[in-house]
Every structure is written in C-alpha cells, then in structure tokens.
Nanobody, 113 residues
C-alpha cells in the first residue's frame, strides 16, 4: 500500500522560506515520478513542481526561480524548498506519486503579508 506523508508546512511571513518533505513507502521510490501540487481555497489543484526518476525537474511558471524540488532515493523522500514566499503561495500542498496516482494527506502553507 502506497503511503505519502508530508511535513514541514506552517505559517511564514512574505519573503520567508519553508521546506516541505514527503516520505514515501510501499513503492519502489527510485523509479517513481514525484510531484508537489497545491490547492488554494476556491481554486483547482495545480502542479507546482515535478521530478522524474532521473532527477529532471519542471516547475509552474509562478514558482520558477523561487522553489526547488529534490529527491533522495536512499531515504525515499522528495522535498520542496520554497524561498521568497508570497501570500499567493498560501494553499494546501500535496505530495503525489504519478504512476499510481497516490496522494498525501496535504499540509497547510500560509504566507502572511
């Protein structure tokens, strides 16, 4: 059974930083494509960043240059370093394993102005 557990969210002032982590189990992590999504109130869930099994990354235009996704296959974790946070980054952030369509429970990130 696939399990994704997010950690690291919280409240931060605009311009600050947070680092989200997602611990995966029940999958062969090294061959999994992983992503971070977010959903703000009243909005659809959107892809924030994605990392392939080879380590290639892609980002939403709104976070390019500010967010960095990385993975540690030995620890079966994927992380999202978020710098220069803006109030519009406020959302529930979800970890995703692409092949199985598995989701974490979500974690709140709130950026105050």
């Amino acid at each position: 059974q696939v399990q994704l557990v997010e950690s690291g969210g919280g409240l931060v002032q605009a311009g600050g930083s947070l680092r989200l982590s997602c611990a995966a189990s029940g999958i062969i992590f090294s061959i999994s494509v992983m992503g971070w999504y977010r959903q703000a109130p009243g909005k659809q869930r959107e892809l924030v960043a994605r990392i392939s099994r080879a380590g290639s990354t892609s980002y939403a235009d709104s976070v390019k240059g500010r967010f960095t996704i990385s993975r540690d296959n030995a620890k079966a974790t994927v992380e999202l370093q978020m710098n220069g946070l803006k109030p519009e980054d406020t959302a529930v952030y979800y970890c995703n394993e692409e092949l199985r369509g598995a989701w974490g429970q979500g974690i709140q990130v709130t950026v105050s102005s």
